[in-house]
């Protein structure tokens, strides 16, 4: 059983920057990609970014692109998710997930992920 282990979330001022950080009990080139969901109060679960193995290739939905970035380390096993210039509409409890037969995007999206980390919360303060 793969875990996935979340760390980084936290309060963030409006135009900040944060990290969130996803380390993988297995070696991430098992998997064919990973992805960053994340669930505001009253919402959806809506796909935010994803990346595919083992070439890095990206995808991000419209409203985070160009603030947010995905990235790897495969040392580590790890996929981060930055997110700069935050907006009180980036509030949410953030997710990871992997899994080793992703479609293509935008089908991510909405696929069923099989492997999910803890989630992490940002808040941005009033």
């Known amino acids: 059983q793969v875990h996935l282990e979340q760390s980084g979330g936290g309060s963030v001022q409006a135009g900040g920057s944060l990290r969130l950080s996803c380390a993988a009990s297995?070696?991430?080139?098992?998997?064919?990609?990973m992805a960053w969901f994340r669930q505001a109060p009253g919402k959806e679960r809506e796909g935010v970014a994803s990346?595919?193995?083992?070439?890095?290739?990206?995808h991000y939905i419209d409203s985070v692109k160009g603030r947010f970035t995905i990235s790897q380390e495969h040392v580590r096993n790890t996929v981060y998710l930055r997110l700069n210039n935050v907006e009180p509409e980036d509030v949410a409890m953030y997710y990871c997930?992997?899994?080793?037969?992703?479609?293509?995007?935008?089908?991510?999206?909405?696929?069923?992920?099989?492997?999910w980390g803890q989630g992490s919360r940002v808040t941005v303060p009033a």
């Open positions: 297995a070696n991430i080139y098992a998997f064919k990609c």
């Open positions: 990346i595919y193995f083992p070439e890095g290739r990206t």
């Open positions: 997930a992997a899994d080793d037969r992703c479609p293509p995007p935008p089908l991510w999206t909405t696929y069923e992920f099989d492997f």
